[in-house]
Each structure stands twice: as C-alpha cells, then as structure tokens.
C-alpha cells in the first residue's frame, strides 16, 4: 500500500530537509531530473581530495525524492567518493534487486525499502544519489586534467 511508502517518519524527512539551497562556489553542480513525475534535484558539492567538504542542494521533488535528499544532507559531509558511489549502487539494488539495505550512518535508507513496490516511485528516490555521483565525476575528471596538463 502507498501508506507503507508515504509512512510518518518519511512525511518528516521530506518536511525537514537541511542544506537547502545553493553553494556560492561549488567544484561541481549536478542535476537529477525524472522524466516520469518531473521531480528535479540539482546539487553543488565542495571535495577535499575524496572526501565531500560542502554540500547543498535545491529540491523540487515528491515526497520520497525529499526523504532521500534529506537522508543525504545529513551524511554526506565527509563521506568519500567510493563510500557514495557504493551508497547509489546499494540504494539501487536495494529498489530492483530485493538488495539489503545500506547499514551504519545511511542506515536510515531502509525507510525507503517499501518504495521497491512501486517502480514509479524508483526514479524520484534515486536522484540524490544520481546527481552527487554525477557531481562527484565532475570534480574527478577535473582535477585528473589538471593533473595531466
């Protein structure tokens, strides 16, 4: 049922989401946009080597795409590269694959398991994690040219 979805603890992250807003000068801006229910989540992100210094994000999105934005904001600051990119793909198979959960500081993810019910929802609650891996390439293949020049 959508209430399992749209439960009481998910109605408050998507009410409560921090670091909204845009950072002044991020090293990468990405965004995340689902053609299915139109919700957009465009992030700016600072990186200090493969850990995320500063994080913001705008968040035009349904209720699940909120939760998940907020589930980020919460953790993302010093959280490396490889721990996010690990994060997208356990979200993900957690959706499509009856995957687990992730554990530890993302263990509040697992509220979003019901929404593996409903295919329609998958998209609006994976582009958080899409656009800071997207934003996180960036900064990556940035500083890997500057490197080689």
Same mark, same amino acid.
């Given at each position: 049922?959508?209430?399992?979805? @749209?439960?009481? %603890? #998910? #109605?408050?992250?998507?009410?409560?989401? !921090? +670091?909204?807003? %845009?950072? !002044?000068?991020?090293?990468? *801006?990405? $965004?995340?946009?689902? /053609?299915?229910?139109? &919700?957009?989540?465009?992030?700016?992100? /600072?990186?200090?080597?493969?850990?995320?210094?500063?994080?913001? =994000?705008?968040?035009?999105?349904?209720?699940?795409?909120?939760? &998940?934005? *907020?589930?980020?904001? %919460?953790?993302?600051?010093? &959280? $490396?590269?490889?721990?996010? +990119?690990?994060?997208?793909?356990?979200? +993900?198979?957690?959706?499509?694959?009856?995957?687990?959960?992730?554990?530890?500081?993302?263990?509040?993810?697992?509220?979003?398991?019901?929404? +593996?019910? @409903? /295919?329609?929802? =998958?998209? *609006?609650?994976?582009?958080?994690?899409?656009?800071?891996?997207?934003?996180?390439?960036?900064?990556?293949?940035?500083?890997?040219? $500057?490197?080689?020049?």
């Amino acid at each position: 049922m959508l209430n399992d979805i @749209y439960n009481k %603890r #998910i #109605i408050e992250l998507a009410g409560n989401i !921090p +670091r909204l807003g %845009r950072l !002044p000068d991020p090293h990468a *801006s990405a $965004t995340a946009h689902s /053609k299915l229910c139109g &919700s957009t989540v465009k992030v700016d992100l /600072k990186m200090d080597g493969p850990v995320v210094s500063d994080f913001a =994000h705008d968040v035009k999105a349904c209720a699940l795409g909120q939760a &998940s934005s *907020s589930i980020m904001a %919460r953790h993302v600051v010093g &959280s $490396t590269a490889e721990e996010l +990119r690990d994060l997208r793909e356990t979200v +993900r198979k957690m959706l499509k694959e009856n995957g687990s959960p992730p554990q530890g500081k993302w263990a509040e993810i697992a509220l979003l398991e019901p929404v +593996r019910d @409903y /295919k329609a929802r =998958h998209a *609006s609650t994976m582009l958080t994690f899409d656009a800071v891996v997207d934003a996180i390439g960036q900064i990556e293949a940035r500083a890997k040219q $500057t490197a080689q020049a």
